[in-house]
């Protein structure tokens, strides 16, 4: 069974084939990816790493976290699910509902 790994803290320069060739030193690498920004189509740096054991794995993240790669700090641990992270207030369907902000509105010559 292959180990997903959380891989943080990536320099924005950093590539796949750079991750998979660093993380290859503690195993069989599956894949390796980094996740991009939709918009500017520029590295949000971070990623994933797929090893081909749980033991491989563990070893990637004894050698790897708190490492500095690229001249940042690695961050590396197991990969949650996603139903798993906890929900982040804002954003579209959830929020405050109807505080508008606004103005105050009206006439100035009653006090």
Not at 54 to 75: C, H, I, P, S
Request: charged residues 25%.
């Amino acid at each position: 069974m292959a180990q997903k790994l959380y891989i943080g803290g990536l320099a924005y320069s950093t590539t796949e084939e750079a991750l998979s060739n660093l993380f290859s030193q503690a195993g069989a690498v599956a894949s390796a990816s980094i996740i991009m920004d939709k918009m500017s189509g520029r590295s949000r740096g971070f990623g994933f790493v797929e090893m081909g054991s749980d033991e491989e794995a563990t070893k990637a993240v004894e050698m790897f976290n708190g490492q500095e790669f690229e001249g940042r700090t690695l961050t590396v641990s197991e990969a949650r699910p996603q139903g798993d992270r906890p929900k982040r207030p804002g954003g579209f369907g959830g929020g405050r509902g109807g505080d508008r902000g606004g103005f105050g509105g009206g006439r100035r010559d009653r006090y």
